[in-house]
């Protein structure tokens, strides 16, 4: 079977196959909007909303004797205290210290977790269940587009904003059960009792929850009855795409595994069809060195969780990145003349015209890097940008030099890609501009907490 | 009454009819929060609308059309009795591979629906096009005195037996010798709402000279099985022509620039006339869930039906045949019309829209999603001439990389169509916006555009503005 080792040969290189002319926007595979977004939007801020998770997450299943061991041998984090009914966002790195993904694991049972994410993270895990001599099983449920046996195991919600306790409590017939932050409880929904735990991409208050796949029309109409007086809306795929920007998950890793002779036996057993030897680069921030677009745990927010209580693949090189300088998240508030140019510029005869905005999610590739510059010089890369209509703003997520990192200083982002725009096929031809943007917190940080910020 | 109270209403009735009685009318009905457009079942980009856009323009573009269309397929000896009994347009001359654009009105001359119409045999004709054509077929078929028999291969959303047939179109200034290549030598000759046929690599296809865009091109199909092998020979064989496939965003914009209305109201909703037809069509059919949007708001649902005229297709009222609405029609004819007409947005009052996200709470304006910017089924803005007079309505509306402008398809009164004048179209709903779920709370503002013809009428031929 043909490998991404492979696919990079063919190219000449990773940039080359990151950059090959193709499309890189997997369709997510929900109605991309059931009311309108602006409003679906706001729900998760002033009434409910009902993510619908089901589809675009792959789920692995490990099992055995040694699931911790793995676990822990691979994952950043610290593993004290981790057991049933707990659940952790994972953060697992190369020998670098740059990270190859994350995903939440779900402790199910003694020897029992279920990892849900990008499947950047799980085919890491899965490599290392098969190759290094664990007492573990796997079970692979794929992402939908990507799911050869026709059905997922579980549905997956999420029920989040100012009224999601009263709408759980309704539905529940009562009292929730206390479940604090990333731990795992149960509740009822109708006849379903389904198993829940606190973890929501918004960061506003509320439950993930999720049961065997063939409930998911029965609960999800459980949901909105009980919702309907409480303003509960469904979220389509328009506005969950630009959830995770408000609330500070940066989805958009470049896996840290296409360079280095250490990797290259990952990079042959991960297949030519995967989701990484699949993933298209853009963005205004252009390199030669496939590394500089790696990440950190301290880039992403993640420094945290970094415990040196275990040995774990980039422990070593992550001992030393911790003393060195690190860049910090933020997030830049884009300024309203500027993003009024460039819908302006589409009065533009030709090439003279700038690179399209798309709302609510603006980004065009799966990795999307813009150069964010002070007095000309770089001092960081903007990630995921979406209009927000809780910010009334359009706002992208970014990772800055730390000494860079002062709330309220203007910078400018380099808006569309050199040259006329690259082979991506959702680009169309353009010229760059500069939008200025002002550097700020998590939008509503006093009434949120989010998986990525917290312990 | 609640909403609850009013949906258990609406799911017990079977017909349009009762639908409309439990909502309290035809607009009550028109304007209730709905579910909202059925997607069109096609991917949204292929590559990305602005180069989709201009592929139709500057080097060609592969339309999908199998998918969000009926079929009604109409055979028996009395097939053009029928057609020419519900049709305003002639049938002389029309039989075997030839083909066009069907309108049929209510008795009082009011379009219900158009269509196309392909005769592909004597006595056999196919008709695709928007729901309410086919349901009036059909209606008339079962219920008059017709030597016919009826079969509807519904589209794709609502057809569980998969389609029949493929229907592809490509247009644009490569077109022809795309096509030259697949077919292996020269095409037919086929002129304007003709057909022909033609080889694409080992399959042949049946062709209409008819295009979405204007451009030069041809729409073919043949049966459903082929449809990706013809779609691969296509692709093939156009890659370094620029041969573009069209996503659902960048075909939806396709027949404002060309001038094709597409969101008639079809006349039915009133009149006593139209009762058994009401009575006799579905609750769950397309026009008991379409919906009414836009700025321009009438308490009388006739204030949303065209004529003939106001739609562009005057001229192919022919009263050398008695046809419903004939009468009404003779006496329309001679009354002032609407004529047709394009809208170029001002681009500062557009960009003052976009600026407007930045409000807080209902300041903003109506959020114009791109690139076709219409929130409802059937969408009417308000157009106003100097001084504020309503002088028409806007009705579809789309971004176009072509024009590298908004645009919007208008229907105008004769006596005001003035090209090159100013004028304002009211965007957003009154009162923070209706009870349809695609809109947000916003409040009205005006933008300034300039009346103009058909973009590119030079380059393009279209089959609502030729015969």
Known sequence: ?455 | MGAAAAGAATTRAATLQEKMDAAGGPLALLRQPGPGPLPFPVKAEFTNWRDEQESWRRTAVLFDQSHHMADSTLEGADTLRLLSRVAVNSFAGFGPMKAKQLVVCNPDGQVIGDGVAFCLAENRVRVVGRAPIHSWLQYHAESGDYDISYRRDERTVRNRSGRELFRFQVNGPSAREILERVNGGPLPDIPFFTMGRFNVGPYEVTALNHRMSGFPGLEFWGPYEQCDGVREQLLEAGADLGLTQAGAKSYSTAAVESGWIAQITPAVYSGEALRPFREWLGADSFEANVNLAGSFVSDRVEEYYATPWDLGYGFIVKHDHDFIGAEALRRIAEEPHRQKAWLYWHRDDVVRIFASMCEQGGRRFKYLDMPAGWYGSMQYDAVEGSGGSLIGVSRSLAYSSNVRGWISLCMIDESSLEYGQEVQLVWGEPNGGSANPAVERHVQTRIRATLGRKPFSDATEGSSIRR
């Open chain 1, 1 to 455: 079977m043909r490998s991404l080792q492979d696919r990079i040969d063919e190219a000449g290189g990773p940039l080359a196959l990151l950059r090959l002319p193709r499309s890189g926007i997997f369709p997510f595979p929900i109605r991309s909007e059931f009311t309108n977004w602006r409003d679906e939007q706001e729900s998760w801020y002033r009434s409910a909303v009902l993510f619908d998770q089901s589809e675009h997450m792959t789920d692995l299943t490990i099992e055995g004797a040694d699931t911790h061991r793995l676990l822990s041998e691979l994952a950043v984090n610290s593993f004290n205290g981790f057991g049933p009914a707990k659940a952790k966002q994972i953060v697992l790195c190369n020998h670098d210290g740059y990270v190859i993904g994350d995903a939440i694991a779900f402790c199910l049972g003694e020897h029992h977790v279920r990892i849900v994410g990008r499947p950047s993270a799980h085919n890491w895990i899965q490599f290392h269940a098969q190759t290094g001599g664990y007492d573990v099983t796997w079970r692979r449920d794929d992402r939908t587009v990507q799911n050869r046996s026709g059905a997922r195991e579980l549905f997956r919600f999420q029920v989040q904003g100012p009224n999601a306790q009263a709408i759980l409590e309704r539905v529940n017939g009562g009292p929730l059960p206390a479940i604090p932050f990333f731990t795992i409880g149960r509740l009822q929904v109708g006849r379903h009792e389904l198993t829940a735990l606190n973890h929501r991409m918004s960061g506003f208050p509320g439950l993930e929850m999720w049961g065997p796949y063939e409930h998911r029309e029965e609960v999800r109409e459980a949901l909105l009855e009980a919702g309907a007086e409480y303003g509960l809306l469904q979220a389509g795929a328009r506005a969950y795409a630009s959830v995770a920007t408000e609330s500070g998950w940066i989805a958009g890793i470049t896996p840290a595994i296409y360079s280095g002779e250490r990797m290259r036996a990952y990079r042959q057993w991960v297949p030519a069809a995967s989701f990484e030897a699949n993933l298209i680069l853009g963005g205004s921030f252009v390199s030669d060195r496939i590394e500089d677009y790696y990440l950190t745990p301290f880039d992403l927010g993640y420094g945290f969780m970094v415990k040196f209580d275990h040995d774990f693949v980039g422990r070593e090189a992550l001992e030393r990145l911790a003393t060195e300088p690190h860049r910090d998240k933020a997030w830049l508030y884009w300024q309203r003349d500027d993003v009024a140019r460039v819908f302006a510029s589409l009065y533009e005869q030709g090439d003279r015209r700038f690179k399209y905005i798309d709302m609510p999610a603006a980004w065009y590739s799966s990795m999307q890097f813009d150069r964010i510059e002070r007095a000309g010089a770089l001092i960081g890369l903007s990630t995921t940008a979406v209009y927000s209509s809780n910010a009334r703003s359009f706002l992208s997520l970014c990772i800055i030099d730390s000494q860079e990192r002062v709330n309220g200083a203007e910078v400018a982002l380099v808006w569309g890609e050199p040259d006329g725009g690259s082979a991506n096929l959702a680009v169309e031809r353009h010229v760059q501009t500069r939008i200025r943007a002002t550097i700020g917190d998590k939008p509503f940080a006093d009434r949120t907490e989010g998986s990525s910020l917290r312990r």
